[in-house]
């Protein structure tokens, strides 16, 4: 949508070191500054609770925010309704304070499965009508952000006359950028958000962007306005057997379904270097105007051999 070249993003394995065992947080930071001297555009921590445990993301990316200087930091995906909306304004609004206004948030409503169902209860949000509660969440929070004193009732909260300080360091909070494949989630991402950030192929985001577009074009708003990105899962290895093998195990650990169900909805690459680059102009040429990068394992070698691939 924009007509600027790709940027490149990083997603930190804040899952993977839960599911090892290896849970310190030094490391984590210490990949997400190598990743900004490297020359990635971008750096990234997904959420969830207790479907698949990891990091906090607004605490994390605080710290990955104190420990850079210009990249951004975002969210891939944040489920927001997990959260009362009025502390995740005060909490977002710290976190942009703390990045100075370098912070993304990719926001979603999660899939429909048992785990996920789970998720809502162990923390008392009911999971029905939940695209409902998240639009009154994030129109709360925005409100906040905004600084304006609200008050709210619907099916959802209740709230009269709440005020969040400090708000953002960006003027009315940072930009939301919408998850989905769905018609439906292509047309909200259009109409209402600063941008649209799926996770399947390159064929699948390229007829997804033409609805996106003209949502945005109905709802007459600048094309510009909305940042067209896409998060993709990364195996390289000479050996193509091997990186298939890598890709499917990463898979099995990562969710609760079988690997070639996962990769049927989302956007991976497993083989060599060769091919890698051709892979990402695919979207690239679609309109992508952003890639997160997520690897599966060797998170060190990943990181300097795929931005030596995009910006030989």
Known sequence: MTSSPASFGYLLPTREAVMAGQVDVPPMLDL????????????????????????????????????TQNITVGTAVL?????????????????????????????????????????????????????GRFVAHLDICQRLWAGETVTHHSDFYDLDDVAVAPTPHRDGGP??????????????????????FPIGSSEHFRNGLVEVTAAAEAAGRELSAVTAATYVTVALNDDADAAEQEMNDF???????PPEVMRSVQATYAGPDEGFADWIADFTDAGARHVVLRFAGRHDEHLERCIELLRP
């Open 175 to 196: 930009p939301l950028w919408a998850a989905g494949s769905t018609p439906a989630a292509q047309r909200r991402a259009g109409a209402r958000f600063d941008g649209w």
């Open 79 to 131: 489920l927001p309704v997990l959260r009362d909306p009025v502390v995740m304004a005060h909490q977002v609004a710290t976190l942009d304070r703390i990045a100075e206004g370098r912070l993304v948030l990719g926001v979603g409503i999660g899939g429909d499965n048992p785990t996920s169902r789970h998720e809502h209860a162990s923390v008392g949000v009911p999971f029905e009508r939940r695209l």
């Open 251 to 257: 898979m099995a650990a990562y969710y609760p379904a």
């Open 32 to 67: 997400a500054t190598r990743a900004e001297h490297l020359g990635y555009d971008s750096v990234w921590i997904g959420d969830s609770i207790t479907a698949r445990p990891r990091h906090e993301p607004l605490s994390m990316l605080a710290a990955v925010a104190a420990r």
